[in-house]
């Protein structure tokens, strides 16, 4: 337990916690979204198209599965970058 004292773990964990969470969300929209548009496409298929491969709710789930771990990959380099910073720069200091 003494890791989770430092400011810099507290961070590391909240923001992926969040990104978690939004990451879920987005992908359950998403797929909940694909659902509904699947069985309208089966009940009424002339009259509604069915889910094609550009449909925006399929980029929304690639970007749940790939863009959001981007963007946390990128949050926890750019901590780590500032955490090593903020430690030299005090070992630096007379």
Same mark, same amino acid.
């Given at each position: 337990? *003494?890791?989770? *004292?430092? @400011?810099?773990?507290?961070?590391?964990l909240v923001w992926t /916690?969040?990104?978690l969470a939004v990451a879920t969300l987005v992908a359950l929209d998403a797929v909940i979204g694909l659902?509904?548009?699947d069985d309208a496409c089966f009940f $009424?298929?002339?009259? %509604?198209?069915?889910p094609q491969a550009g449909d925006p709710l399929? /980029? $929304?789930?690639?970007f749940a599965f790939f863009g959001f771990p981007l963007i946390w990959l %990128?949050? /926890?380099?750019?901590?780590a970058v500032g955490r090593a910073l903020a430690? *030299?720069? *005090?070992? +630096? +200091? @007379?």
């Open positions: 337990m *003494r890791m989770l *004292r430092s @400011p810099w773990t507290r961070g590391f /916690v969040i990104l659902l509904r548009a $009424q298929y002339p009259l %509604v198209p069915c399929l /980029v $929304q789930l690639h %990128v949050g /926890v380099l750019l901590g430690r *030299r720069s *005090r070992t +630096a +200091a @007379p």
